[in-house]
Protein backbone atom coordinates (compact mmCIF):
# COMPACT_ATOMS: atom_id res chain seq x y z
CA UNK A 1 0.00 0.00 0.00
CA UNK A 2 1.07 3.47 -0.83
CA UNK A 3 -0.10 6.89 0.83
CA UNK A 4 -0.81 9.83 -0.97
CA UNK A 5 -2.38 13.04 1.00
CA UNK A 6 -5.03 14.95 -0.90
CA UNK A 7 -6.00 18.62 0.54
CA UNK A 8 -8.79 19.14 -1.14
CA UNK A 9 -10.47 23.09 -0.87
CA UNK A 10 -13.73 23.95 -1.74
CA UNK A 11 -15.05 27.72 -1.76
CA UNK A 12 -17.44 26.10 1.18
CA UNK A 13 -15.63 23.34 3.21
CA UNK A 14 -11.73 22.20 2.74
CA UNK A 15 -10.27 18.54 3.69
CA UNK A 16 -7.35 16.37 4.28
CA UNK A 17 -7.43 13.53 3.14
CA UNK A 18 -5.28 9.93 3.19
CA UNK A 19 -5.61 8.04 0.29
CA UNK A 20 -4.32 4.84 0.53
CA UNK A 21 -3.49 3.24 -3.25
CA UNK A 22 -2.96 -1.11 -3.80
CA UNK A 23 -0.69 -2.59 -6.26
CA UNK A 24 -3.77 -3.46 -7.84
CA UNK A 25 -5.16 0.47 -8.21
CA UNK A 26 -7.63 0.50 -5.51
CA UNK A 27 -8.11 3.23 -3.56
CA UNK A 28 -9.11 4.50 -0.08
CA UNK A 29 -9.57 7.26 1.97
CA UNK A 30 -9.62 8.51 4.92
CA UNK A 31 -10.82 12.15 5.92
CA UNK A 32 -8.14 13.24 8.44
CA UNK A 33 -9.96 16.69 8.95
CA UNK A 34 -12.75 18.81 7.56
CA UNK A 35 -13.24 22.57 8.29
CA UNK A 36 -15.08 25.29 6.80
CA UNK A 37 -13.72 27.60 3.91
CA UNK A 38 -16.00 31.11 4.65
CA UNK A 39 -15.44 33.96 3.27
CA UNK A 40 -14.27 37.55 5.60
CA UNK A 41 -16.12 40.27 5.01
CA UNK A 42 -14.62 43.35 6.23
CA UNK A 43 -15.78 46.97 5.33
CA UNK A 44 -18.22 45.89 2.63
CA UNK A 45 -15.17 43.30 1.08
CA UNK A 46 -15.20 39.85 0.23
CA UNK A 47 -12.16 37.96 1.45
CA UNK A 48 -10.44 34.45 1.89
CA UNK A 49 -8.97 34.07 5.28
CA UNK A 50 -6.26 32.06 3.76
CA UNK A 51 -3.57 32.02 7.32
CA UNK A 52 -6.75 30.42 9.08
CA UNK A 53 -7.00 27.79 5.98
CA UNK A 54 -3.44 26.76 6.37
CA UNK A 55 -3.77 26.73 9.56
CA UNK A 56 -6.48 24.03 9.20
CA UNK A 57 -4.14 22.59 6.41
CA UNK A 58 -1.62 22.06 9.12
CA UNK A 59 -3.97 20.47 11.42
CA UNK A 60 -4.75 17.71 8.75
CA UNK A 61 -1.36 16.88 8.22
CA UNK A 62 -0.58 16.80 11.88
CA UNK A 63 -3.35 14.26 12.08
CA UNK A 64 -1.47 12.08 8.76
CA UNK A 65 1.99 11.95 10.77
CA UNK A 66 -0.08 10.50 13.75
CA UNK A 67 -0.96 7.78 11.32
CA UNK A 68 2.38 7.15 11.43
CA UNK A 69 2.51 6.10 7.74
CA UNK A 70 5.46 6.63 4.83
CA UNK A 71 3.36 9.28 2.30
CA UNK A 72 4.62 9.48 -0.74
CA UNK A 73 3.16 12.90 -1.78
CA UNK A 74 0.71 15.86 -0.97
CA UNK A 75 -1.37 17.32 -3.93
CA UNK A 76 -3.74 20.51 -3.72
CA UNK A 77 -6.68 21.42 -5.69
CA UNK A 78 -9.11 24.05 -5.14
CA UNK A 79 -11.77 26.41 -6.43
CA UNK A 80 -10.91 28.43 -9.88
CA UNK A 81 -10.01 31.97 -10.23
CA UNK A 82 -8.89 33.32 -6.89
CA UNK A 83 -5.05 34.58 -6.67
CA UNK A 84 -3.34 35.99 -4.24
CA UNK A 85 -0.08 38.93 -4.04
CA UNK A 86 3.48 38.24 -2.63
CA UNK A 87 6.00 40.58 -1.81
CA UNK A 88 9.56 40.53 -2.36
CA UNK A 89 10.57 39.31 0.98
CA UNK A 90 7.89 36.19 0.60
CA UNK A 91 5.27 37.16 2.73
CA UNK A 92 1.63 37.25 1.24
CA UNK A 93 0.51 40.74 0.64
CA UNK A 94 -3.04 40.06 2.47
CA UNK A 95 -5.92 37.53 2.11
CA UNK A 96 -7.07 36.87 -1.53
CA UNK A 97 -10.26 38.79 -2.62
CA UNK A 98 -13.21 35.95 -3.12
CA UNK A 99 -14.21 35.65 -6.59
CA UNK A 100 -17.83 36.37 -4.79
CA UNK A 101 -16.61 40.67 -4.43
CA UNK A 102 -19.09 42.39 -6.03
CA UNK A 103 -15.88 45.18 -6.77
CA UNK A 104 -15.41 43.46 -10.14
CA UNK A 105 -18.22 44.41 -11.58
CA UNK A 106 -17.57 47.38 -12.50
CA UNK A 107 -14.04 46.56 -13.35
CA UNK A 108 -15.70 44.41 -16.12
CA UNK A 109 -17.24 46.89 -17.88
CA UNK A 110 -14.46 48.72 -17.75
CA UNK A 111 -12.34 46.00 -19.15
CA UNK A 112 -14.67 45.36 -22.23
CA UNK A 113 -14.35 48.83 -22.99
CA UNK A 114 -10.54 48.72 -23.65
CA UNK A 115 -10.89 44.95 -25.41
CA UNK A 116 -14.26 44.21 -26.65
CA UNK A 117 -15.70 40.62 -25.36
CA UNK A 118 -15.87 38.73 -28.14
CA UNK A 119 -11.63 39.49 -28.88
CA UNK A 120 -11.53 38.46 -25.00
CA UNK A 121 -13.14 35.24 -25.54
CA UNK A 122 -11.56 34.63 -28.63
CA UNK A 123 -8.07 34.74 -27.02
CA UNK A 124 -8.85 32.85 -24.34
CA UNK A 125 -12.01 30.49 -24.76
CA UNK A 126 -13.36 31.21 -21.86
CA UNK A 127 -16.82 32.11 -20.45
CA UNK A 128 -17.98 35.94 -19.71
CA UNK A 129 -18.30 36.33 -16.02
CA UNK A 130 -18.06 39.05 -14.03
CA UNK A 131 -15.74 37.26 -11.77
CA UNK A 132 -13.12 36.21 -14.12
CA UNK A 133 -9.90 36.97 -12.79
CA UNK A 134 -9.30 38.88 -15.34
CA UNK A 135 -11.41 41.71 -14.30
CA UNK A 136 -10.34 41.07 -11.25
CA UNK A 137 -6.74 41.57 -11.92
CA UNK A 138 -7.57 44.54 -13.64
CA UNK A 139 -9.84 46.33 -10.52
CA UNK A 140 -6.67 45.47 -7.85
CA UNK A 141 -3.87 46.84 -10.79
CA UNK A 142 -6.08 50.09 -11.25
CA UNK A 143 -6.66 50.69 -7.43
CA UNK A 144 -3.12 49.88 -6.55
CA UNK A 145 -3.40 46.80 -5.01
CA UNK A 146 -0.60 44.66 -6.81
CA UNK A 147 1.25 47.93 -5.76
CA UNK A 148 4.43 46.03 -4.12
CA UNK A 149 3.31 42.52 -5.22
CA UNK A 150 6.53 40.53 -6.95
CA UNK A 151 4.77 37.59 -8.13
CA UNK A 152 0.99 36.68 -8.08
CA UNK A 153 -0.25 32.84 -7.34
CA UNK A 154 -3.62 31.07 -7.80
CA UNK A 155 -4.86 30.01 -4.66
CA UNK A 156 -3.45 25.89 -4.87
CA UNK A 157 -0.27 27.35 -6.23
CA UNK A 158 -0.22 29.83 -2.63
CA UNK A 159 -0.82 26.60 -0.73
CA UNK A 160 1.87 24.66 -2.31
CA UNK A 161 4.12 27.84 -2.12
CA UNK A 162 3.13 27.94 1.81
CA UNK A 163 4.10 24.40 2.42
CA UNK A 164 7.41 24.11 -0.06
CA UNK A 165 8.86 27.56 -0.49
CA UNK A 166 8.85 27.33 -4.21
CA UNK A 167 6.32 28.98 -6.87
CA UNK A 168 4.39 27.78 -9.74
CA UNK A 169 1.95 28.63 -12.17
CA UNK A 170 0.20 25.21 -12.47
CA UNK A 171 -2.13 24.59 -16.29
CA UNK A 172 -5.32 23.98 -15.23
CA UNK A 173 -5.82 26.56 -12.67
CA UNK A 174 -4.32 29.00 -14.78
CA UNK A 175 -6.98 28.10 -17.76
CA UNK A 176 -9.76 29.54 -15.16
CA UNK A 177 -8.62 32.88 -15.28
CA UNK A 178 -9.43 34.18 -18.73
CA UNK A 179 -5.71 35.23 -18.85
CA UNK A 180 -4.03 32.56 -21.03
CA UNK A 181 -4.61 31.84 -25.04
CA UNK A 182 -5.53 28.00 -24.48
CA UNK A 183 -3.65 27.27 -27.78
CA UNK A 184 -0.33 28.09 -27.00
CA UNK A 185 -1.00 27.18 -23.20
CA UNK A 186 1.05 30.86 -22.15
CA UNK A 187 -0.47 33.83 -20.90
CA UNK A 188 -1.67 36.88 -23.27
CA UNK A 189 0.60 39.72 -22.87
CA UNK A 190 -2.19 42.09 -25.12
CA UNK A 191 -4.90 41.13 -21.63
CA UNK A 192 -2.20 41.64 -18.94
CA UNK A 193 -1.16 45.15 -20.55
CA UNK A 194 -4.51 46.05 -20.54
CA UNK A 195 -4.45 44.80 -16.88
CA UNK A 196 -1.41 46.93 -16.28
CA UNK A 197 0.50 44.12 -15.12
CA UNK A 198 3.94 42.54 -16.28
CA UNK A 199 3.94 38.72 -17.23
CA UNK A 200 7.02 38.69 -14.69
CA UNK A 201 4.69 38.40 -11.96
CA UNK A 202 3.32 35.23 -12.93
CA UNK A 203 5.72 31.75 -11.95
CA UNK A 204 6.48 29.25 -14.29
CA UNK A 205 3.96 27.43 -16.15
CA UNK A 206 3.91 23.50 -14.93
CA UNK A 207 1.58 20.98 -15.48
CA UNK A 208 -0.20 18.35 -13.50
CA UNK A 209 2.58 15.91 -12.08
CA UNK A 210 5.21 18.46 -11.43
CA UNK A 211 7.38 17.95 -8.06
CA UNK A 212 6.77 21.41 -6.63
CA UNK A 213 9.34 20.78 -3.87
CA UNK A 214 9.94 19.21 -0.53
CA UNK A 215 7.49 20.51 2.72
CA UNK A 216 10.33 23.17 4.69
CA UNK A 217 11.91 22.09 7.66
CA UNK A 218 9.24 24.36 9.33
CA UNK A 219 6.80 22.76 7.76
CA UNK A 220 8.38 19.33 8.75
CA UNK A 221 8.96 20.86 12.06
CA UNK A 222 5.12 21.50 12.54
CA UNK A 223 3.52 18.54 11.77
CA UNK A 224 5.52 15.95 12.22
CA UNK A 225 5.78 14.96 8.79
CA UNK A 226 9.44 14.37 6.49
CA UNK A 227 10.34 15.70 3.71
CA UNK A 228 7.20 15.15 1.72
CA UNK A 229 7.17 15.89 -1.68
CA UNK A 230 4.03 18.63 -2.88
CA UNK A 231 3.16 17.74 -6.57
CA UNK A 232 1.14 20.10 -8.90
CA UNK A 233 -1.99 18.12 -9.36
CA UNK A 234 -4.81 18.94 -11.62
CA UNK A 235 -4.98 22.54 -9.50
CA UNK A 236 -8.83 23.58 -10.59
CA UNK A 237 -10.80 21.10 -8.62
CA UNK A 238 -13.12 20.29 -11.34
CA UNK A 239 -9.98 19.16 -13.33
CA UNK A 240 -9.15 16.50 -10.76
CA UNK A 241 -12.83 15.39 -10.78
CA UNK A 242 -13.27 15.42 -14.03
CA UNK A 243 -9.84 13.17 -13.99
CA UNK A 244 -11.99 10.19 -12.06
CA UNK A 245 -14.84 10.40 -13.95
CA UNK A 246 -15.58 6.31 -14.10
CA UNK A 247 -16.68 6.48 -17.70
CA UNK A 248 -16.04 3.58 -19.89
CA UNK A 249 -15.21 5.92 -23.40
CA UNK A 250 -15.34 9.28 -24.20
CA UNK A 251 -18.89 9.69 -25.22
CA UNK A 252 -19.96 11.07 -22.17
CA UNK A 253 -20.99 13.99 -20.47
CA UNK A 254 -20.27 15.32 -17.29
CA UNK A 255 -21.62 17.34 -14.35
CA UNK A 256 -19.65 18.09 -11.80
CA UNK A 257 -22.18 18.89 -8.51
CA UNK A 258 -21.58 21.00 -5.36
CA UNK A 259 -21.58 24.42 -4.32
CA UNK A 260 -21.36 25.08 -8.19
CA UNK A 261 -22.55 22.98 -11.08
CA UNK A 262 -20.19 22.62 -13.91
CA UNK A 263 -21.55 20.50 -16.93
CA UNK A 264 -19.73 19.95 -19.85
CA UNK A 265 -17.70 17.46 -22.40
CA UNK A 266 -13.97 16.55 -23.08
CA UNK A 267 -12.53 17.27 -26.20
CA UNK A 268 -9.12 17.49 -27.83
CA UNK A 269 -8.73 21.12 -28.59
CA UNK A 270 -10.04 24.55 -27.98
CA UNK A 271 -13.45 24.88 -29.42
CA UNK A 272 -13.41 28.91 -30.07
CA UNK A 273 -16.44 30.48 -32.45
CA UNK A 274 -19.07 32.40 -32.98
CA UNK A 275 -21.31 29.92 -31.43
CA UNK A 276 -19.58 29.15 -28.56
CA UNK A 277 -19.23 32.93 -27.35
CA UNK A 278 -23.10 33.00 -28.14
CA UNK A 279 -23.68 30.95 -25.71
CA UNK A 280 -20.78 31.90 -23.59
CA UNK A 281 -18.97 27.77 -22.91
CA UNK A 282 -15.45 27.44 -21.58
CA UNK A 283 -12.26 26.18 -22.89
CA UNK A 284 -10.22 25.17 -19.71
CA UNK A 285 -7.56 22.86 -19.13
CA UNK A 286 -8.04 18.88 -18.29
CA UNK A 287 -5.31 16.75 -16.23
CA UNK A 288 -4.25 14.78 -19.29
CA UNK A 289 -3.92 17.40 -22.00
CA UNK A 290 -8.03 17.60 -23.02
CA UNK A 291 -10.09 20.38 -23.31
CA UNK A 292 -12.94 20.62 -20.94
CA UNK A 293 -15.58 22.23 -22.55
CA UNK A 294 -18.37 23.23 -20.30
CA UNK A 295 -20.99 25.50 -18.73
CA UNK A 296 -20.46 27.34 -15.48
CA UNK A 297 -24.09 26.82 -13.55
CA UNK A 298 -24.70 28.29 -10.21
CA UNK A 299 -25.11 25.14 -7.93
CA UNK A 300 -25.69 24.25 -4.51
CA UNK A 301 -24.43 27.89 -3.43
CA UNK A 302 -28.06 28.88 -4.09
CA UNK A 303 -29.39 26.00 -1.16
CA UNK A 304 -26.35 26.10 1.32
CA UNK A 305 -27.37 29.98 1.20
CA UNK A 306 -30.94 29.61 1.93
CA UNK A 307 -29.91 27.10 4.68
CA UNK A 308 -28.19 29.53 6.27
CA UNK A 309 -30.39 32.13 6.40
CA UNK A 310 -32.96 29.38 7.90
CA UNK A 311 -30.19 28.70 10.66
CA UNK A 312 -29.86 32.21 11.91
CA UNK A 313 -34.02 32.38 11.85
CA UNK A 314 -33.84 28.77 14.02
CA UNK A 315 -34.58 26.37 11.91
CA UNK A 316 -31.90 23.51 11.01
CA UNK A 317 -32.15 20.72 8.57
CA UNK A 318 -30.40 17.83 7.67
CA UNK A 319 -29.79 16.51 3.83
CA UNK A 320 -32.36 13.77 4.52
CA UNK A 321 -34.91 16.03 6.14
CA UNK A 322 -34.84 18.53 2.76
CA UNK A 323 -34.91 15.48 0.28
CA UNK A 324 -37.92 13.63 2.01
CA UNK A 325 -39.33 17.51 2.44
CA UNK A 326 -38.85 18.78 -1.03
CA UNK A 327 -40.15 15.02 -2.79
CA UNK A 328 -43.51 15.85 -0.49
CA UNK A 329 -44.17 19.06 -1.48
CA UNK A 330 -44.58 17.89 -5.10
CA UNK A 331 -43.20 19.88 -8.19
CA UNK A 332 -43.81 23.59 -9.15
CA UNK A 333 -45.34 24.93 -11.92
CA UNK A 334 -42.70 27.28 -12.91
CA UNK A 335 -38.89 27.68 -11.74
CA UNK A 336 -36.56 30.15 -12.01
CA UNK A 337 -33.30 30.69 -13.92
CA UNK A 338 -30.08 29.70 -10.73
CA UNK A 339 -27.61 31.55 -13.16
CA UNK A 340 -30.02 34.81 -12.79
CA UNK A 341 -27.42 37.72 -11.70
CA UNK A 342 -30.01 38.02 -8.69
CA UNK A 343 -28.61 34.80 -7.01
CA UNK A 344 -25.27 35.74 -7.49
CA UNK A 345 -24.51 37.20 -3.49
CA UNK A 346 -28.00 38.43 -2.09
CA UNK A 347 -28.55 39.47 1.01
CA UNK A 348 -31.16 37.13 1.83
CA UNK A 349 -31.35 34.34 -0.55
CA UNK A 350 -35.22 32.89 -0.25
CA UNK A 351 -36.59 36.45 -0.21
CA UNK A 352 -34.62 36.74 -3.62
CA UNK A 353 -36.03 33.28 -4.75
CA UNK A 354 -39.54 34.51 -3.44
CA UNK A 355 -39.31 38.02 -5.27
CA UNK A 356 -38.12 36.44 -8.70
CA UNK A 357 -41.23 34.29 -9.07
CA UNK A 358 -43.47 37.43 -8.17
CA UNK A 359 -41.91 39.70 -10.10
CA UNK A 360 -43.41 37.28 -13.36
CA UNK A 361 -46.55 36.55 -11.84
CA UNK A 362 -45.28 33.07 -10.50
CA UNK A 363 -46.61 31.68 -7.05
CA UNK A 364 -43.70 31.76 -4.90
CA UNK A 365 -42.58 29.23 -2.30
CA UNK A 366 -45.14 29.32 0.61
CA UNK A 367 -43.18 27.09 3.27
CA UNK A 368 -39.45 25.37 3.34
CA UNK A 369 -40.89 22.36 1.65
CA UNK A 370 -41.99 23.84 -1.53
CA UNK A 371 -38.70 26.27 -1.80
CA UNK A 372 -37.18 22.74 -1.59
CA UNK A 373 -38.51 21.55 -4.24
CA UNK A 374 -38.66 24.41 -6.51
CA UNK A 375 -34.68 24.69 -5.91
CA UNK A 376 -34.31 21.51 -7.09
CA UNK A 377 -36.50 21.63 -10.03
CA UNK A 378 -34.82 24.61 -11.49
CA UNK A 379 -31.71 23.06 -10.60
CA UNK A 380 -32.47 20.07 -13.03
CA UNK A 381 -34.30 22.46 -15.37
CA UNK A 382 -31.30 24.20 -16.25
CA UNK A 383 -29.09 20.94 -16.41
CA UNK A 384 -31.17 20.02 -19.00
CA UNK A 385 -30.96 23.14 -20.58
CA UNK A 386 -27.16 23.03 -20.76
CA UNK A 387 -27.23 19.03 -21.71
CA UNK A 388 -29.44 20.79 -24.71
CA UNK A 389 -26.54 22.93 -25.76
CA UNK A 390 -23.86 19.89 -25.71
CA UNK A 391 -25.79 17.50 -27.84
CA UNK A 392 -25.74 20.20 -30.40
CA UNK A 393 -22.20 21.09 -30.10
CA UNK A 394 -20.74 17.68 -29.25
CA UNK A 395 -18.58 15.88 -31.79
CA UNK A 396 -19.71 12.94 -30.65
CA UNK A 397 -23.01 11.08 -29.70
CA UNK A 398 -23.76 11.76 -25.53
CA UNK A 399 -24.40 8.38 -24.56
CA UNK A 400 -24.30 9.33 -20.84
CA UNK A 401 -23.94 11.97 -18.16
CA UNK A 402 -21.67 11.22 -15.43
CA UNK A 403 -22.39 13.11 -11.98
CA UNK A 404 -20.02 13.71 -9.73
CA UNK A 405 -18.70 15.48 -6.71
CA UNK A 406 -19.93 15.57 -3.25
CA UNK A 407 -24.02 16.62 -4.95
CA UNK A 408 -23.79 13.21 -6.68
CA UNK A 409 -25.27 11.74 -3.07
CA UNK A 410 -28.68 13.91 -3.81
CA UNK A 411 -30.28 10.92 -5.37
CA UNK A 412 -33.63 12.68 -5.90
CA UNK A 413 -31.75 15.52 -7.48
CA UNK A 414 -30.09 13.00 -10.18
CA UNK A 415 -33.56 11.61 -10.58
CA UNK A 416 -34.99 14.86 -11.55
CA UNK A 417 -31.39 15.49 -13.73
CA UNK A 418 -31.69 11.95 -15.52
CA UNK A 419 -36.06 13.06 -16.27
CA UNK A 420 -34.96 16.24 -17.39
CA UNK A 421 -32.26 15.54 -19.35
CA UNK A 422 -33.60 12.34 -20.82
CA UNK A 423 -30.28 10.58 -20.78
CA UNK A 424 -28.49 7.59 -18.59
CA UNK A 425 -27.45 9.45 -15.22
CA UNK A 426 -24.45 7.56 -13.53
CA UNK A 427 -23.38 9.30 -10.10
CA UNK A 428 -20.44 8.73 -8.74
CA UNK A 429 -18.07 8.87 -7.10
CA UNK A 430 -19.18 11.79 -4.53
CA UNK A 431 -15.07 11.77 -3.48
CA UNK A 432 -14.37 12.64 -7.06
CA UNK A 433 -12.17 15.49 -6.44
CA UNK A 434 -10.33 14.19 -4.36
CA UNK A 435 -9.52 10.75 -6.12
CA UNK A 436 -8.73 12.99 -9.56
CA UNK A 437 -6.11 14.17 -7.20
CA UNK A 438 -4.55 11.11 -5.69
CA UNK A 439 -4.82 9.40 -9.39
CA UNK A 440 -2.53 12.12 -10.63
CA UNK A 441 -0.14 12.08 -7.82
CA UNK A 442 -0.25 7.99 -8.39
CA UNK A 443 0.45 8.44 -11.93
CA UNK A 444 -3.11 6.15 -12.53
CA UNK A 445 -5.18 6.21 -15.21
CA UNK A 446 -8.82 6.36 -15.62
CA UNK A 447 -9.31 3.13 -17.19
CA UNK A 448 -7.09 1.67 -14.39
CA UNK A 449 -9.60 2.70 -11.38
CA UNK A 450 -12.80 1.77 -13.97
CA UNK A 451 -14.02 -1.11 -12.01
CA UNK A 452 -13.54 -0.45 -8.33
CA UNK A 453 -15.89 3.13 -8.40
CA UNK A 454 -19.30 2.81 -7.31
CA UNK A 455 -21.75 4.36 -8.81
CA UNK A 456 -25.52 4.84 -9.06
CA UNK A 457 -27.49 4.76 -12.40
CA UNK A 458 -30.87 6.74 -12.61
Known sequence: MKYFVAIDLGATSGRVILAGVTEDKKVTMDVMHRFPTPMVETDGKFFWNIDNIFENILTGLEAVARKGVEVESIGIDTWGVDFVGVKPDGSLKGFPRSYRDPYSFEAQDAFLSAMSSRELYERTGIQIMNFNSVFHLYAQSRAGDLDGVDKILFMPDAISYMLTGNMVCEYTILSTSALMNPRTKEIDSDILDVCGV????????????????????????MTGLGPVPVVAVAGHDTASVVAAVPAEDGHFAYLSSGTWSLMGIEVPAPVINDRMYGLNFTNEGGADGTIRLLK????????????????????DYSFPEITAMAEAAGAPEHVFNPDDPCFASPSDMPQAICSYMRERGWDAPEDDAQLFRLIYDSLASRYAEVFGMLKTIAPFEITALHIVGGGSRNAFLNSLTAKACGVKVTAGPAEGTALGNVMVQAGITRQEILESIETTTF
Open 296 to 315: NITGMWILEQCLARMRSEGR
Open 198 to 221: DSGKFPALVYPGHTVGTLTGRIQG
